[in-house]
Structures are given as C-alpha cells and as structure tokens.
C-alpha cells in the first residue's frame, strides 16, 4: 500500500545555517582554508542538525514530510549538473564519469580566469538569484550526479525518511537559455524528450534508496513572464507527468507550484498521474476548481506564506485550507525566503516579536494546522486565538499607526510627483555642473573590505567608538574620493563604506523599521543579507547621509552625487507590513527620502542618485497584476525626487537584464539619468532603450562586476561605440554595471583605469 502524503509540510528550509555555517564553510573552502572533505563533513553536519530541528519542531522523522532540499550554492545549478547540462567551456572539469568535483561545481558558478560563469537572474518574484542552465544542441543529458540520492540515503541511515526536492523537468528547461552554439530561435524547452529519461532514472535511484515521495518544484507554471507559450508549457507539462507517472517502481509525485496560482496547469496536473500537489493558497487560489475535479489527487494547501515574516491570520489559514478541501498543509513557497528563527534575536522588542514567524515559527503554525486537519478545528482552538490576539495587539500598538505620518501622504497633491520640463532642467544642470561630454561615474559602492566589516564589527560590540568608527570611515571616504581623482572619473562617489548594505543602513534610521541581528537569508551563492523589518509607519528623524556626502564635497572640486536607496527597492528588499497596501507603505519611504533629498540639495549636493535595482523584482508574476504595480512603484519614486530645484540633477541605477516590460517604467521615473547594467549583453539593452524614445541621460554599464576579471580599454571603447551607435552623444555616460561592494581593489583600479582611457580615447575620435 503506498504511503499517505504527510498531513504538514514545508517545501524548503534555510540552508545557510543559522550562523550561516555553510557560507563559512564555502568560503573558507575557496580561500583554499579547508579541503573539499573538511566542506563535505560541515555541509553533512549541517544537514543532520536541520533534520533533527524539523523533527523537533513537529515534522515527522518517518513520515516524509522533511524536505531533502540541501544545496552547496543553487538549486538550479543543482538540478545542471544532476542532469549533465554543463555547458561547453566547462567541459574539461568534468569526470569520466559524467560527474564534477565540488572545485568543480563551484567554477561553474563562479567562473575561473577569463571563463564567464553563468548567469545570474532573479528567482520568480524573490529576493534570490540562480543560475541559468545552458541548454543546446550539444547538450547531452545524463543522471550525472548522484548527491541528491546520497543524501536521501544519509538521511535514512540516520533514522529518517526524508522527501528529496528537486526543479521539475518543466520548470529547468523553461529557466535555462539556448547555450551559445545554439541556433537561431532554438528553445531549451524543445530539449524535453531528451531530459525527461534522466528524471525517470533519478526517480527509480531515489525509490531505490528508500525516498516514498519526491517533490518536483515546478514554480514556472504560475508565471506568465516565461516567455514561451502558454499552449506549449501545458504540453510540455502534460507530456512529462504523463512519463514520469509510468516510471515502474518510483515515488510518489508532489508537484509543488509556488509563487502564484497555477490557474490551467492546475487541471492539466490533476489530470495526470502526479499524487499530490501543492499550491500556494497565499498569493494564488483555487478559483474555478471544482472539488471533483480533484479526485484523488492529495492538495497541499500553501497557507503559511513562505516569503514574509508575519505571524499572520492562523485562523483564517485554517479556514483556507478547510475551504480548499485540502488534506495536507504547507508553506506557500520554501522558507529559505525567511531567516531561522524569531527566538535567536535578543535584542528584538518582545512585542514585536509577538507578531513575527520566522521559519522555525512557520514549521510550528504548520505542525499546529496539521493537527487541525487531523483532529478537527476545536484541537487547536487556542492557538489560532492566540495568534488572533497578536493581530489585534499588532494592530493597536503604538507606532503602527502614525497621525503625522497619515496626514502628510492625504495631503499630496499631482504636483508632489512632478519635476516639470525636461529641457529646462538640462539647461539649468548643464550650466551648473559643466560636465564633459561623455561624463565618467560608479555606481557608489567601492570594495567592502574585510578591514572595513571588522570596523563595524567592532563598533557594534562597543569596542570601537563611535568617534574612532567614524574616523576610520572618513580615512577611508578620503582613499576612494583620492583614487577617483587620481584615476581621472568626473563625477565623485563616497564609496557607501558606512553601508553594511544599501537598504538595512536606511531601516537603522528610519523609524517604522526594525533590524535583526541573525535573521540571514541567502541572496545567491554564499552571499546573504538581513532583511528589515517594515513594521511601523516611516518617518526619518533626522538627515542620514548628508554628513558623509558633504564630507566627501568638502574633499573635491568635482561633484560628488549623493547616494539613497530608492523607495520600492527598501521595500523589496525588507519584510514589509501586509496589513496595507504596499502603495501606502511606499509612499510614506518616499516622503522620508524626498526629506533627506531636500537637506543633501540644500547641503550644496548638485548630482543625487537614487537606487531602483528592485524595480523589476517586485513585478508582480501575471500580467495583470502589472500595470498597477508599476503606477505606484513609478509614483513613489517620483514622489521621492520631484522635490528639487531643476539644476539638481537626480540619477537612478538599476541592474538587472531584462527591461522589457519595464522599460516604459524607467521612462516614466523621469531622472535625470539612469545608469543601467547592458556589460553582460553587450549592450543588446540600448537599441530598445532608444526606441522607447527615452531623451535623457542614460549610462549603460560599461563592464561587468560580478566577478574579477578586469575588462580591456579595446572593449570598453567597443562598448562605448556600440552606445554612441543608437543614443545621441550628449545623453551617453561612462560607468560599471553596478556597484563595486563584491570586488577587491586590484581588479577595481585597473577596470576603472581602462574605462577613463577608454573614454578620453572616444572623446579624442568625437
Ligand atoms: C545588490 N543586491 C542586494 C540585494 N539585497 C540587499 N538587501 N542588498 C543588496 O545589495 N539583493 C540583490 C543583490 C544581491 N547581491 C548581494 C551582493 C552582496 C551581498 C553581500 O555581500 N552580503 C554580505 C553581507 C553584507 C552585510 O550585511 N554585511 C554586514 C555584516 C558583515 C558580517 O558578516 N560581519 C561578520 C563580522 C565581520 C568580521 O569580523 O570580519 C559577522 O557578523 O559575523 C556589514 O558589513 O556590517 C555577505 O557576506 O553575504 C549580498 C547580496
Ligand atoms: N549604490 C549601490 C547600488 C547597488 S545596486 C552600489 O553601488 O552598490
Ligand atoms: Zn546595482
């Protein structure tokens, strides 16, 4: 008899580590510190300790319902190299075997000498970035990697029963790119016949070691951003659950579909011979479903929202599950969106952490539900009340809700989001700042040395004062502005060395925002960040950066530009309040920032950037959902910048590739100039920059600073080139793709010695 779907579940946990061990671990092994079996056994002893802590927290240890969801760096590099996808130049690190060492792995992620490594791109609508599987004609797909399969076997032999996770067929192809070699038009998705043996073969190995269930993630079946045809992505879907289902002695199937209602996908898996299915009740629904269309098929109901950090509505959950005629429950997408645990954060204010779930809190709500199904509603009465009285307490607590706050953002008006004339803001900025033509900048970070991480380390722990941290910025404030002078760039940055990252420095000084001290959530790779927590509504006490900003003038001729971080970006990378809209909660971030805009501008501060990399993350998955989004996100920026006089000139910078549906945004965000990343794509950006029929200034990174390789004056003058192709000249500016926090000084000097070279060599032609 096959094995019932466990009652409660989550579809993934942090794999950082609560200290996040297994970054120290990677890291210390690519500094060469430990060897790949010192990396082997933390990763393992990492593992074992997050088992036993799901088991503890009321997931089941037999029962399948601890996700097997363990990956060194990405899930999608992952499931590459499980299924042979390594691209070409990676060729030579790959064993007879079909199989790649852990060195291995990591060169493939992160590149070595002048190899490109893959690329990177935003993980549906999170905060997380994977990389991109090349697929071509060349590509031979085989069962490559057996890790997931030792690990299932690892846990088994430890006493468990674990549910291996692994991206559906469906979703990797739609996620991966035609590889170089591929021709013109070719679709990686063409490639599913080929690849879906390999997955039959993986699920007969992982029966084999004992695995009842297996969950296929196959979250590109909500997005309508994939852009492949819906018809074709129904097929492709059907065809493979169709295969899959006829594997003898497999699994059972658990297509988990996060991040959105799978809409007609849904009956096309219904259809199929997958078991159960788990859908995300917290940002899709059911709608249109009929409970015999379901049949036997067991519904995982994602109540418990994976991607934020509230406590939330347990009541109301329950009622979702019992509404959806749900058997099982679960997180709507994996935890490993959320930090680990609440508990681990001492110096949170107790009420405040009242109202907060992080992961351990959402496995806990989770094993409370599932008792729920099990036993009926009257078995956990008192903890869905409780959670209710946390509501209420959240609801009425000072600070939630702000009186001056509220009146300041009924009282705008249509003139508060507007500049007025272009033309005439060009004139007053060209006369007041006299720039070259072809105008040299960075995006504002220089390196985060280790130096300057023990600075504020020590700082925090009272070891360091505030006048000696301060010091040590200023010297440091002084090396970079001294550099840029020495290597010629014409508009000036501090560096942001005060930043430990660009959106939790303005949440330490904002009111309505908390920050947590261990609260880590994995970026990409080994790199994490702490996001904030927008509880409260935002107000700035006093000015944030205009000491360091007029500091750094003090210390030059040249302009300095002034650096914020931009209103939907601080709310994309925080945990915001659900309890508003996120329209509201923008616009009173950006009445704080147009504050601070103000007292830059009135400090004598000419050039102010605002960041927008975010822009494009928090674009909502179906289209129609869009347009709204991008009224309110365009208008909180607005509002943030419109304050200031015409001669102040305000830049934007966003980084990210793909600006399709966004680029009317950009157009409408009406800075002044907008540094973009277009290094990576040669510049494939520019010619639709320029038919959208965007006149100001416009700054197309000129070199890629995702890893260290230094670009050559010929390139860059060849990128400069291609731009002056399509935008008029007196728009163009010279700058990197973003900013330069990740890299060390050696390749920093030498890329932007190249890029004034390559600049005053394109200026001498023109
Ligand atoms: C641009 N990106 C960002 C995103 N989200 C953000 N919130 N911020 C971003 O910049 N999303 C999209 C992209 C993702 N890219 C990155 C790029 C780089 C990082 C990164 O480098 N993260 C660092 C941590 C940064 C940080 O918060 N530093 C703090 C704390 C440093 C620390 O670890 N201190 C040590 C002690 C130090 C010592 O003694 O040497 C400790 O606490 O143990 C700081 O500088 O103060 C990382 O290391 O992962 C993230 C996303
Ligand atoms: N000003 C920031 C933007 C990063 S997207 C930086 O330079 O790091
Ligand atoms: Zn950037």
Not at 80 to 101: C, H, I, M, Q, Y
Not at 337 to 357: I, M, Q
Not at 622 to 642: C, N
Request: with cysteine; glycine share 8%.
């Amino acid at each position: 008899m096959s094995t019932p779907f466990p009652t409660g579940t989550i579809l993934g946990y942090p794999r950082i580590g609560r200290r996040r061990e297994l970054k120290k671990a990677v890291e210390a092994f690519w500094a060469g510190k430990i060897s790949a079996e010192e990396l082997e056994a933390a990763a393992a002893e990492l593992r074992a300790v997050t088992r036993e802590r799901l088991a503890t927290l009321g997931l089941g240890r037999a029962d399948s319902s601890i996700p097997e969801a363990f990956s060194y760096y990405d899930q999608v590099l992952d499931a590459a190299v499980t299924v042979g996808a390594v691209p070409t130049r990676f060729s030579r690190l790959v064993k007879e075997d079909g199989s790649l060492d852990l060195a291995g792995y990591f060169t493939i992620a992160r590149g070595e000498g002048q190899d490109v490594p893959a690329e990177m791109t935003k993980w549906f609508d999170s905060n997380y970035h994977y990389l991109v599987p090349e697929i071509g004609p060349e590509t031979n797909f085989s069962l490559a990697s057996d890790r997931l399969i030792r690990e299932v076997a690892e846990a088994t032999t430890s006493g468990f029963r674990t549910r291996p996770v692994i991206v559906g067929p469906v979703t990797f192809l739609l996620l991966s790119k035609a590889s170089e070699s591929a021709p013109e038009g070719y679709q990686p998705l063409d490639r599913l016949d080929d690849l879906l043996p390999v997955y039959a073969e993986l699920l007969a190995a992982l029966t084999a070691v004992g695995a009842e269930w297996v969950q296929l993630d196959e979250p590109a079946l909500v997005s309508e951003s994939i852009e492949v045809d819906r018809a074709t992505v129904l097929a492709a879907t059907e065809k493979a659950y169709a295969l899959l289902g006829a594997v003898p002695a497999r699994p059972q199937i658990f297509v988990a579909a996060p991040y959105g209602s799978l809409d007609d996908a849904l009956p096309v898996l219904l259809a199929s011979p997958v078991e159960a299915i788990g859908v995300d009740l917290v940002k899709g629904s059911l709608d249109g479903i009929s409970t015999s269309s379901i049949g036997d098929t067991v519904i995982v109901g994602g109540v418990i929202d994976g991607h934020n950090i509230w406590r939330g509505d347990l009541a109301a959950a329950f009622d979702k599950l019992e509404a959806a005629g749900a058997t099982s429950v679960s997180s709507s997408t994996s935890l490993f969106h959320t930090p680990h645990d609440v508990d681990d954060e001492p110096l949170l204010d107790p009420r405040l952490k009242s109202w907060l779930a992080f992961a351990d809190q959402k496995v806990d709500q989770i094993a409370t539900l599932a008792v729920g199904l099990r036993n009926g509603r009257a078995a956990i009465q008192d903890e869905l009340d409780a959670a209710t009285d946390a509501l209420t307490d959240r609801h009425n607590a000072p600070g939630v809700r702000d009186g001056a706050v509220r009146r300041r953002a009924a009282s705008l008006t249509e003139a508060d989001f507007s500049r007025g004339d272009y033309a005439e803001r060009l004139a007053a900025q060209d006369e007041a700042l006299n720039l070259p033509f072809l105008p040299t900048t960075t995006i504002g970070s220089f390196p985060q040395t280790g130096d300057i991480r023990k600075a504020r380390a020590l700082h925090a722990k009272g070891e360091l004062s505030e006048r000696e941290y301060n010091d040590y910025l200023k010297a440091e404030i002084k090396r970079v502005v001294d550099l840029q002078e020495e290597i010629g760039i014409d508009v000036i940055v501090h560096g942001e060395p005060e930043r430990n990252d660009m959106v939790q420095y303005f949440a330490e000084h904002l009111d309505g925002f908390a920050v947590t001290q261990n609260g880590w959530v994995q970026s990409y790779g080994s790199r994490c960040t702490r996001p904030s927590l927008l509880w409260g509504d935002v107000a700035r006490e006093a000015p944030i950066t205009v000491e360091w900003s007029t500091y750094t003038q003090s210390l030059t001729e040249k302009p300095v530009k002034g650096m914020l971080t931009g209103p939907v970006t601080i709310l994309a990378w925080s945990f915001v309040r659900d309890d508003q809209p996120l329209a509201d909660t923008a616009n009173q971030v950006a009445l704080a920032l147009r504050d601070e805009i103000a007292d830059l501008e009135a400090a004598g501060i000419g050039i102010i950037q605002v960041d927008e990399p975010a822009l494009r993350e928090l674009l909502p998955l179906k289209k129609k959902d869009q347009p709204s989004y991008l009224d309110w996100s365009v208008g909180s920026f607005r509002l943030a910048t419109a304050g200031v006089e015409k001669k102040t000139q305000i830049h934007t910078h966003l980084c990210y590739s793909e600006f399709g549906v966004v680029i009317d945004a950009i157009d409408r965000l009406d800075a002044d100039v907008t540094s973009i990343e277009a290094a990576r794509s040669k510049m494939e950006v520019v010619p639709d920059i320029q038919s959208s029929g965007f006149g100001r200034g416009i700054g197309p990174g000129v070199y890629d600073i995702h890893s260290p390789r230094v670009p050559s004056v010929e390139e860059v003058t060849g990128l400069i080139e291609i731009a002056l192709g399509s935008i008029p000249e007196r728009q163009i500016w010279v700058n990197p793709d973003c900013g330069l926090k990740t890299r060390g000084y050696t390749e920093t000097v030498e890329s932007l010695t190249n890029v004034v070279e390559a600049t005053l060599a394109v200026r001498a032609r023109h």
